[in-house]
């Protein structure tokens, strides 16, 4: 039972609210309005699509498009294949030095990826794979935060379904493909949606290891596309950002819910 | 079965990418490459240079001061979300989803809508001080108030990402407590102050190391913001390192930063599996 809420805080919590939608109002305004109109919000403002239009011909947003699409479908490809192994060999194996195995994994929960852009950018310099997908994609295939969640979902697997599988002559790998992955399709959910946001919007090591339109994500052509220096029209570099986070923001206003849920999960380890 | 086996594939590319890179960075950190290629052995030199980069410690102040205004803002802004959320309010749906939106936005993006707003004389923020006769100001290129500038967007980018623990915490919390005090009399400021707040503490330290370790990795932003600029006010630890490495091309004293950022982090966390793992329980 609920204590009533002022009337007063609802108003406060509405006007929070309204400030928080603000600036991406804004930037749908100034998107769908001719130049113009960028700064005066007037009712009778005439809609249009043209700065959309001008952004996907002034840049390669297509291939930008298209390079994003496959670097998230690898990173994520990679990640649960090699989370799920890992995580299986944590949970359910007793060896020698999991202590320390699992110890050495989790280092990477804080010191991620992102702040070893020197050395990481060497070794894929010496792997030769520079501007390339892969070499965005690659210090992240291992992922320590899958690892840690999913041998969690994987522990809390009850023991009788294992051994009914074992019963049934399922080896190894059959009962981790039968019996452990289908049970954590919750966690892989929530993981998935998580990875993928991140590597949409991931910014810095995509600038660092990528040099060319073939390889650069979307959020590297816009940086790009948008530098002062080019002189682009603002309301077309609106555009060209309402483009950049438009599928991502798509789905998460079609599965708030499981956004909200999948982060919180991800978060709280 | 071999469990190695199992691990093999992710510990190849944690090593390489990881572990090694952890290693490398301290062993370079105490070389430098000559222009013909060799590597030279030079002790600590590149320690003394670096305690006497005023760059250096200017981005380290500027980390504190980032850490310092980003986050108990946003701490504190999430928790009012979150019991704003939790309550039977009207519409709490959309209040949900207003304040966690700018979380799945990317950083680059949400950069290049707030600088707009910063821009100078043609921005939304001077448009609005033309309103009160107020002069334009150039927000981002003034070092005494770039910083802040920055801030604010970072705490709107951050305040929903951390109330989802706190809407989780709070739900977890029973109600008859709340209705227990309104009982006994107690307002709803002191029922606050002495029952919800120090029970949702595990929460808020949680949230609090989180931010903190973001607040070194935020660096997005300042390259299409300010570059560090005006006159390194904005710089931050990550983004100098950036800097060095691939804008001065000197991955040695680069490697040299790297090390200190390392030292940070992992002080963060003997912070949070030393001391606070063992207080808190989450599942």
Redesign the interface.
Known sequence: MNRRTHPLEVIAAWLLALLWLAPLAYAFWSALHPAAYATSFSLSAPWTLENFARAWNQAPFGRYYLNTVVLVVLILIGQLALSTLAAYAFARFKFRGSGIAFALVLLQLMIMPDVLIVENYRMIGKLGLLDTIPAIALPYLASAFGIFLLRQTFKSVPQELVEAARVEGAGPLQILWRVYVPLARPTYVAFGLVSVSYHWNNFLWPLIVTNSVEARPLTVGLAVFGAPETGVDWSIITAATVMTMGPLLFAFLLFQRQFVQSFMRAGIR | ?N??L??L??????I???????L??IR?SFFITRRTGAEVFVGLDSYHSMAADPIFWRALVNNFWFALGTIPTSIALAL??AM?VN?????R??????????????????A???L??YTPD???LD?LRGLFGLAGWNWLGDPGTVMGCLIVMVV?KEA??FM??Y??ALQQLS?DL??AA?VEGAG?WYTFRRITFPLLMPTTL?VAI?AV?NS??L??HL??MTKGGPNNASTLL?YY??EV??VFQD?AY??TL?VV??VL??G??LV?FGYLDRRIH??
């Open positions: 079965m469990a190695w199992l691990l594939p992710a510990a190849v590319l944690l390489a990418f990881t572990h090694f890179p952890i490398a960075t370079h009012l979300m704003w309550r039977n309010m009207r519409g749906g959309f209040l949900r989803l207003a304040f966690f939106m700018p979380t799945v936005l990317p950083m680059i993006a949400v290049n809508i707030w707009f707003f043609y921005g939304l448009q709107w929903g990402f989802i623990f809407l989780a109600p709340e209705e309104a709803r949680f989180n370790i070194f990795k660096v997005d390259v299409i990550l390192i950036y490495a691939f991955s680069a490697a790297t950022l390392l982090l992992s963060v966390a949070k989450y599942q």
